[in-house]
């Protein structure tokens, strides 16, 4: 059974920084392309940002261009999500998500609450 | 680059069909066969309902249906149920140079 766990998200202060962590299983990650998707409070989904099976070819939203950085461990089965310089603006569940194929999202986690405020 | 833009409410009642639009441009939904359809309840993930354009994933109900025409993608839900209320939201790739996935603003299906 694909599982993505994500852990890492909280109550952070403004210009803080945090580090989301996704755990994979039941399937062979290293194959695999892997995205975060957001979603503020009662809002729509976001797409942040997309690493490729190998971690070669990375791609960041304009929104966290700078701030964010995206990487993974395919011995460890795992992605994780650098957030720096956190805005009240991030605030939002932070969703691991597998891509299946080109833009699309096959399989995703419970996703992380991460809260900017001071 | 804007979201895709959806209708914020569609409503119906048991078993009747009711459609979702999604609308873009050239650059998004009318350059690409990439669009995508999910379906998200209240505090859940987002599930996978229909992907380019117009295929169903293993084991969503043959009741969803995806189809394109120009720069709008549309989702039909036939045979209303009760537990087809949730949101829904449709994606697509995009050429933009700012982004790799454009999501819609979302629907809410209500069931009457």
């Known amino acids: 059974e694909v599982q993505l766990v994500e852990s890492g998200g909280g109550l952070v202060q403004p210009g803080g920084s945090l580090r989301l962590s996704c755990a994979a299983s039941g399937f062979t990650f290293s194959s695999y392309e892997m995205n975060w998707v957001r979603q503020a409070p009662g809002k729509g989904l976001e797409w942040v940002s997309y690493i490729s099976s190998s971690g070669s070819t990375i791609y960041y939203a304009d929104s966290v261009k700078g701030r964010f950085t995206i990487s993974r461990d395919n011995a460890k089965n795992s992605l994780y999500l650098q957030m720096n310089s956190l805005r009240a603006e991030d605030t939002a569940v932070y969703y691991c998500a597998r891509e299946a194929m080109i833009v699309v999202v096959d399989y995703w986690g419970q996703g992380t609450l991460v809260t900017v405020s001071s | 680059q804007s979201a895709l833009t959806q209708p914020a409410s569609v409503s119906g009642s048991p078993g009747q069909s009711i459609t979702i639009s999604c609308t873009g441009t050239?650059?998004?939904?009318?350059?690409?066969?990439?669009v995508s359809w999910y379906q998200q309840h209240p505090g859940k993930a987002p599930k996978l309902m229909i992907y380019d354009v117009s295929n169903r994933p293993s084991g969503v109900s043959n009741r969803f249906s995806g189809s394109k025409s120009g720069n709008t993608a549309s989702l039909t839900i036939s045979g209303l149920q009760a537990e087809d209320e949730a949101d829904y939201y449709c994606?697509?790739?995009?050429?933009?140079?700012?982004?790799?996935?454009?999501f819609g603003t979302g629907t809410k299906v209500t069931v009457l």
């Open positions: 994606s697509s790739y995009t050429s933009s140079s700012t982004l790799l996935y454009v």
């Open positions: 050239s650059s998004d939904v009318g350059g690409y066969n990439y």
